[in-house]
Nanobody, 123 residues
Framework: QVRLVESGGGLVHTGDSLRLSCAAS????????VAWSRQAPGKEREFVAW????????KYAESVKGRFTVARNNADNTASLQMTSLKPEDTAVYYC????????????????WGPGTQVTVSS
């Protein structure tokens, strides 16, 4: 089993950058692909980014492509989401997840989840 904890969220202004981190506990973390997703108030969760168990295979939602970069360091059991050119529409709680039994962007199929970290982008 894997336990995940996100960090790095905060209040920023339009155009700013933030780096989110996902710290994992568990020897088998490197065996799992990792996804980042987000949920804004009143909205459904949406897929943001994914990285395979063997970096650097990655995928991104069209809304963040070119602005966000996902990475991982299996030696440290961490994954990150570097966010640049932030927009107010990026405001959401951001979650990392691991161990999917389905498609990379099918959030309902992920078994391990962190509690989330809030990102607020002011206009």
């Amino acid at each position: 089993q894997v336990r995940l904890v996100e960090s790095g969220g905060g209040l920023v202004h339009t155009g700013d950058s933030l780096r989110l981190s996902c710290a994992a506990s568990g020897r088998r973390f490197s065996s799992y692909s990792v996804a980042w997703s987000r949920q804004a108030p009143g909205k459904e969760r949406e897929f943001v980014a994914w990285i395979s168990w063997t970096s650097p295979d990655t995928k991104y939602a069209e809304s963040v492509k070119g602005r966000f970069t996902v990475a991982r360091n299996n030696a440290d059991n961490t994954a990150s989401l570097q966010m640049t050119s932030l927009k107010p529409e990026d405001t959401a709680v951001y979650y990392c997840a691991a161990y999917s039994t389905g498609r990379y962007d099918s959030l309902k199929d992920y078994h391990f989840w962190g509690p989330g970290t809030q990102v607020t982008v002011s206009s």
